[in-house]
């Protein structure tokens, strides 16, 4: 009988150990899936102020063949005329 009990004392001590290593590479993943969140974020954010100031931008669009311009925002041609804006940035030629 006291065999069984160290026995199932000795069992249980090895399956809390296992136990505890496994919380703490939980707990790791977590941590790091956290930090790529806050990463992620402050990405995120960077990105919708750069779209802002973009949207503010004007631009001269031609609207016809004769060569007449007319002046609109980024953000007026990307919302009310649904047209999708590509820049290219670089030097010139």
Do not use: C, W, Y
Not at 1 to 11: C, H, P, R, T
Not at 22 to 48: D, F, P, Y
Not at 82 to 89: P, T
Request: cysteine-free; glycine content about 8%.
């Amino acid at each position: 009988n006291l065999g069984i009990d160290f026995g199932a004392v000795a069992l249980f001590g090895v399956l809390a150990k296992f136990d505890v290593d496994k919380g703490e590479e939980l707990n790791a993943a977590v941590e790091a899936k956290v930090e790529r969140k806050k990463k992620q974020k402050k990405l995120t954010s960077a990105m919708k102020e750069r779209e802002q100031q973009l949207s503010d931008l004007n631009i001269n669009v031609r609207v016809t063949e004769d060569g007449d311009t007319r002046t609109a925002t980024m953000g007026t041609m990307q919302s009310m005329a649904k047209q999708h804006i590509i820049l290219v940035a670089g030097p010139g030629r």
